[in-house]
Each structure stands twice: as structure tokens, then as C-alpha cells.
């Protein structure tokens, strides 16, 4: 590649990005899943569109799942600790139990009703049985659910590529078969690797970047995000899970009040968007339309029984225990999106040269494209038949610190959600404690020194200065007053 050649690839890269981000304003008043429109911008760029040629699956591989450990990361550090801890226990779960059952039930259906031979439809049932987060979140961004759901769908997509990874890569192996409590002893071993790697980096992690103040807050979200793919390095290289191991580590730095941590959260929801456009538009890239003719129905048949059957049965086996109320459970079914991660497994199969890949990748692209289209628009129609998500509380009060050294202080700022219920509360009403003040607040614009009695509007923006002793409790009783008004903690004395 010359500088020539360098100049024509940015050129139509950028009007690529420009084109997808614009898409995203499409996807967002029609409740269609972004994934599609990137996925159509490379079909329309390959060779029945505008005659690019590109059939490399070993390099979309590599690509994909380094943007799978953005996309991880991105859902990671956005994920509340405080909400998916109660539904942990039921996450993991259905991370894990129902994988298998969504994989034999899916598997099933694969070999009895389509014919495929059954090696070949347990790679199909591992490779379509993962949730995809991005698809999940795209569209669950329109219907406030209650937190325990938010909490339990983010956890398991989070958590369920893992162990689908190692069955797909299991059997997409030319070879014979390990036996099944090899297999099952290879994913706990695995996954417990990943799961120490993660929470060691995150731990380590945050307490550097809690003790180092860097001379640009610009600094933070790089470090951040070196330490999760440290995390997915060093969890792979140890033969753990590399995809759980980033996953945690995100958690443990998201939920660490890390300095400028909205900063950090913005510059990697932005790597995640760039990661998302980049592989669907290669995925895209790959896919040749004229030789998907036979994977119609087959395709159509196999999302027929996952979506229907087998995540369903998956959900009800894995949280029926932990009394989830059919109704949620229904909600949780449909739920269910697939997206980057199926059709980025779907090239492992084409990679390694298994029993009909080319077969498998098809079905897999057609089954994505056709059920998110069923899902995703449907999905707020069905939460609202189910009368689920009504009343749900709003986004959690948004707060970034930054250190003040020479002062031995921090600077908050908030930002007040429409939702929040610290519109209409006074700044005294606030109660914070001594040693912090509200200096400044920005309203439609402008700003202003705040007093006693001004009060507070949603749209807010705010400026906190405590010191180091009560910054803690400054940001515990913002968010108190954000969840429950100007009455909340008077019960308990704070």
C-alpha cells in the first residue's frame, strides 16, 4: 500500500462511517437493530452491488473477535454491579444451562426436521444459541424495563459468549469428538481462568488508576481499555476464556468510581460503534446472495425452533428455580436477540474447513437477518402486551469526578436525567454533607452560581466541589435524591 492507495481507503471509509452513523438515526425511531443496516451497507459494497470483491474468513474472523472484545468491554464498563448483582446467580445460569439446552433443543430440530447430520447441528445449535448485546440494547434503549431484567439480560450476554465459543470451536474441529465430560470439564476450566484473570486485572486496574493521577484526563480511557484487552490477552494466552476474562474486568472498572468515568464510558461506546460497523460491514462483504438460495428454508425452519422453542424451554429450565413470573419470562424469550456474535462464529466452521461451513454460515446469516427483524421492531409491542416495563425507573444519575490534587478535593459533575426525581428539589434540599457545595449549574445553555433556593430542573448540568473525606458520601446522596426526592433518607438520619 503506497500513500495513494492510503487516500483512497480513507476516503471510502469515512464515507462509509459517515453513512452508518447516519443509519443510526433510522434504527432508532424504527426499533430496527443497527446490525441490519451494516449488514446491508456490505452486501450492497460486495460483488452483486457495487463489485468489491472480498472472501477472506480467517481475516473477518480475526477482526470480529477483536471487535467482540470492544463490544464486551463497551457493555462491561456500562453494566450497574448494583443491578445485576441480585440476578447473578440466575444470569449464570442461563448463561451456561440454558446454553445446553438451547443447543440440544436447537440441534434437534436441526437434524429431524431438516436432515442434517448431527455433528453438523450441534455446530449449528452452539453457534445461534449466544444472545448478542448490541442487538439486545439497540432496541431495549425504547422500553424502560425494571432493573432486575436490564440487569439479568445484560449479565447473560455478557456472560454466555464464553461457553459458546469453546462448543463452537469444539465442534468445528475436523477430528473426533472429545468425550462430553471432557468437553464440560475444558468450559469450567476455562472459564474459571477467565474469571480470575478479569477480576484481577479490573482489581489491579483500579487501583492504579485510582492512585496515579495522569497529566491528561484523556489518558483514563486509554488506560481503561488496555487494561480489558490485557484482560482478554492474557486470559486466552493462559488457555482461559479471554471473552469472560474482559467482560469481568469491564464490570470491576466500570463499578469502581474510576476519574472521569463517563469520559471513559463515551470513548469506548464509541470504539464499540466503530467495532460494530466495521465487522457487519465485512460480515456483510462476505456473504455471496446467489448461493444462499437452499439455506431459505433451512434457515427459516432452525430460527423457527430456536426461537420458539428452544430459547423459550432454555429460559423456563434455567429460571423457573429462581421464581421468575411466567410473564417475565415470556419477555425475557422473546428477548433473545441474535447478532455479531452467531454470524462471527459462523466463519470459525469456514476457517478450520468443517462438514458443510459453507452451508452453516449461510443458514446462520439468513436465520440473524430474518428473526432480528421479527424480534427487534416487535419487541416493545409484546413488552407492553405483557404489561412489563411500565412505570420503570429512568437511567441512574449520570456523575464524573475529577481529581482536584493540590486542593485535596474532587470536582463532581452531574448531569440530571428528564426522569430523575431531583427536578423540582432545592439545592438546600439536596442535604449534602459538609465540606461539598454545589458551585455552578448549567441551564439551556447558560450558567449560573446557584443559592439556598434554586431549584433544580431536569437537563440540568452541575458542579460539585467536595473534599477527599465526604466525597463518597456526596455521591451517595446524589444518587439517593436522584432515586427517591427530597424526602430520601430521612427515615434513616442521612
Known amino acids: 500500500m503506497n500513500v495513494s492507495h492510503l487516500n483512497q481507503l480513507l476516503l471510502e471509509s469515512s464515507v462509509i462511517l459517515l453513512f452508518a452513523v447516519g443509519a443510526v438515526r433510522l434504527s432508532t425511531r424504527s426499533g430496527l437493530p443497527s446490525l441490519l443496516i451494516y449488514l446491508g451497507i456490505g452486501v450492497a459494497l460486495g460483488q452483486n452491488g457495487l463489485g468489491v470483491t472480498f472472501n477472506n474468513a480467517e481475516l473477518t474472523q480475526v477482526l470480529g473477535y477483536a471487535a467482540l472484545v470492544v463490544i464486551l468491554a463497551e457493555g462491561g464498563l456500562k453494566t450497574s454491579w448494583r443491578e445485576i448483582k441480585p440476578v447473578m446467580p440466575a444470569a449464570t445460569v442461563l448463561a451456561t444451562v440454558g446454553v445446553g439446552v438451547s443447543v440440544f433443543a436447537t440441534a434437534a430440530g436441526a437434524h429431524w426436521l431438516v436432515g442434517l447430520d448431527w455433528r453438523t447441528s450441534l455446530l449449528l445449535g452452539a453457534i445461534v444459541s449466544s444472545t448478542d448485546a448490541a442487538a439486545v440494547f439497540s432496541v431495549l434503549r425504547m422500553v424502560p424495563l425494571p432493573h432486575r431484567l436490564t440487569g439479568l439480560l445484560e449479565a447473560e450476554s455478557g456472560f454466555n459468549d464464553a461457553p459458546v465459543v469453546i462448543l463452537v470451536v469444539a465442534f468445528a474441529t475436523t477430528g473426533e469428538l472429545d468425550s462430553w465430560y471432557v468437553l464440560l470439564g475444558t468450559i469450567l476450566a476455562e472459564l474459571a481462568i477467565g474469571a480470575v484473570i478479569g477480576l484481577a486485572v479490573g482489581k489491579i486496574g483500579a487501583y492504579g488508576l485510582k492512585h496515579v493521577a495522569l497529566p491528561s ?141 459453507e452451508d452453516v454460515f449461510n443458514i446462520v446469516f439468513i436465520l440473524v437477518v430474518v428473526f432480528t427483524l421479527l424480534q427487534g421492531p416487535t419487541l416493545p409491542w409484546v413488552a407492553k402486551r405483557l404489561k412489563i416495563g411500565e412505570g420503570a425507573m429512568g437511567q441512574d444519575l449520570d456523575i464524573e469526578s475529577a481529581p482536584l490534587e493540590k486542593l485535596h478535593g474532587h470536582l463532581l459533575s452531574i448531569a440530571i436525567s428528564p426522569t430523575s426525581r431531583m427536578s423540582g428539589v432545592e439545592v438546600s434540599e439536596l442535604r449534602l454533607p459538609k465540606g461539598a457545595a454545589v458551585t455552578l449549574v448549567v441551564r439551556e445553555g447558560s450558567s449560573f452560581v446557584p443559592d439556598k433556593a434554586t431549584v433544580l430542573r431536569g437537563g440540568d448540568e452541575l458542579l460539585v466541589v467536595t473534599t477527599d473525606e465526604v466525597g463518597e458520601a456526596a455521591e451517595r446522596r446524589l444518587r439517593a435524591v436522584d432515586k427517591g426526592g427530597k424526602l430520601a433518607g430521612w427515615l434513616n438520619g442521612r
Open 217 to 357: 484526563s484523556g489518558l483514563y480511557p486509554i488506560a481503561v481499555m488496555a487494561l480489558t484487552v490485557l484482560a482478554y490477552a492474557g486470559g486466552a494466552l493462559l488457555h482461559g476464556s479471554g471473552f469472560l476474562a474482559v467482560y469481568i474486568c469491564a464490570v470491576v472498572l466500570g463499578n469502581s468510581k474510576l476519574p472521569h468515568g463517563p469520559a471513559v464510558r463515551g470513548f469506548a461506546d464509541g470504539l464499540a460503534w466503530i467495532g460494530q460497523i466495521g465487522m457487519f460491514v465485512l460480515l456483510g462483504l462476505l456473504v455471496t446472495p446467489e448461493s444462499m438460495g437452499d439455506a431459505v428454508v433451512p434457515a427459516l425452519v432452525i430460527g423457527g425452533v430456536l426461537v420458539f422453542l428452544a430459547r423459550p424451554l432454555s429460559v423456563m429450565v434455567s429460571l423457573t428455580p429462581f421464581k421468575v413470573p411466567p410473564r417475565e419470562q415470556a419477555l425475557l424469550s422473546w428477548a433473545g436477540l441474535r447478532g455479531a456474535v452467531p454470524i462471527v462464529l459462523a466463519t470459525i466452521p469456514v476457517v478450520s474447513g468443517a462438514h458443510k461451513a
